[in-house]
C-alpha cells in the first residue's frame, strides 16, 4: 500500500489504535467520515456542504479551488447506549 501511497493514489490515515486505514484518492474534492469504533470509511457528497465551503472560501478573500473535510465520529445509537 504504500507504493500506492507514494504515488498518490491512496492516502493514509491513522486514528491512533495501531492501524492504518486507506482511502482511495479520487480527486481533490472529497468528505470522509471516519467511523472511530469501527474504522469504517464513508466518502459522501452534500450540495447544501459544496455550496456553503466555496462561500467561507469567498468570505475570506478565496477562490475554493479544492477541499478535503474529514468527519470523524460514531453511530449515534452507540452515543444513545453509552450515554
Not at 59 to 71: A, I, K, P, T
Request: aromatic letters at 8%; one cysteine or more.
Amino acid at each position: 500500500m504504500s507504493a500506492f501511497e507514494e504515488l498518490g493514489l491512496v492516502k493514509s490515515r491513522d486514528f491512533g489504535d495501531g492501524r492504518a486505514r486507506f482511502t482511495i484518492v479520487k480527486d481533490d474534492n472529497h468528505d470522509l467520515l471516519f467511523d472511530v469504533s469501527t474504522g469504517q470509511v464513508i466518502e459522501f457528497h452534500d450540495a447544501e456542504l459544496e455550496r456553503l465551503k466555496k462561500r467561507i472560501a469567498k468570505r475570506l478573500g478565496y477562490s475554493l479551488e479544492s477541499h478535503c473535510l474529514e468527519l470523524h465520529g460514531r453511530p449515534a445509537d452507540a452515543e444513545t447506549r453509552t450515554g
